[in-house]
Structures are given as C-alpha cells and as structure tokens.
C-alpha cells in the first residue's frame, strides 16, 4: 500500500485547503481511509475517516462542520476539503488506511499504512 499526500501550504486563518490523498495497492472495499495531523508536541489525532466500502464518515469534534472527506473513486484519490481554518489547525497532515478492526476509526495507531504527510501552516 502506497499513499503520498498532496495540497498543503500556508494559509490565512478563515480560508480554505484542499489536501489529497493518491492511494494504491490496497482492497477498496475492506479498507477505510483516514486523515490524520500532528501539531508540534502532540500526539498524532484522527481528523476524518471514510469507510470505503459504505461510504460512511466519521469526523472528530474539533473538525466537524468545517472539514470534509470525500474521494474519487475514478482517480483513486482521498481529499480532505478543510475550511474555516484556524491557527491551532496548523500541522503536519497525514493520510492513512488500515483494515477493518475493533478499534475506534480515529484511533491513529490503529492504521497500517502511513503517507509521509503534507504541512498545513493557517496564520
């Protein structure tokens, strides 16, 4: 399984970012798709997941109502629509899949597969 991430960049608080996610060599529909962050000295924090077979989501309260996650079945690609972004937003993004498990879908170290991840900087 590959995942490299994409999109990240500087940005004004109140604006918006779209991060991408191009995956391959994974089962479509026995994987769910994450994205996740790491802000300076915090552990790493599950954002949003799609199940990519149900096309289910599930968002942590921070991000709900101001982040999306959708993919594109065509290209193979994972987005993350982020708006209304805050200052305390800025981190290093990072996408990741796993297989079905009992633990929690934003649970981070529960996935297997890691891109190296995308910097998102809101000032």
């Known amino acids: 399984v590959q995942l490299v991430e994409s999109g990240g960049g500087s940005v004004q608080a109140g604006g918006s970012l779209r991060l991408s996610c191009a995956a391959s060599?994974?089962?479509?529909?026995?994987?769910?798709m994450g994205w996740f962050r790491q802000r300076p000295g915090k552990d790493r924090e599950g954002l949003a997941v799609?199940?990519?077979?149900?096309?289910?989501?599930t968002y942590a309260d921070s991000v709900k109502g101001r982040f999306i996650i959708t993919r594109d079945k065509t290209k193979d690609l994972v987005y993350l629509q982020m708006n209304s972004l805050k200052p305390e937003d800025t981190a290093m993004y990072y996408c990741?899949?796993?297989?079905?498990?009992?633990?929690?879908?934003?649970?981070?170290?529960?996935?297997?597969?890691w891109g190296q991840g995308t910097q998102v900087t809101v000032s």
């Open positions: 060599g994974y089962t479509y529909n026995t994987m769910c």
């Open positions: 799609l199940w990519i077979g149900g096309a289910t989501t």
């Open positions: 990741a899949t796993r297989r079905p498990k009992t633990a929690g879908l934003l649970n981070a170290p529960s996935y297997d597969y």
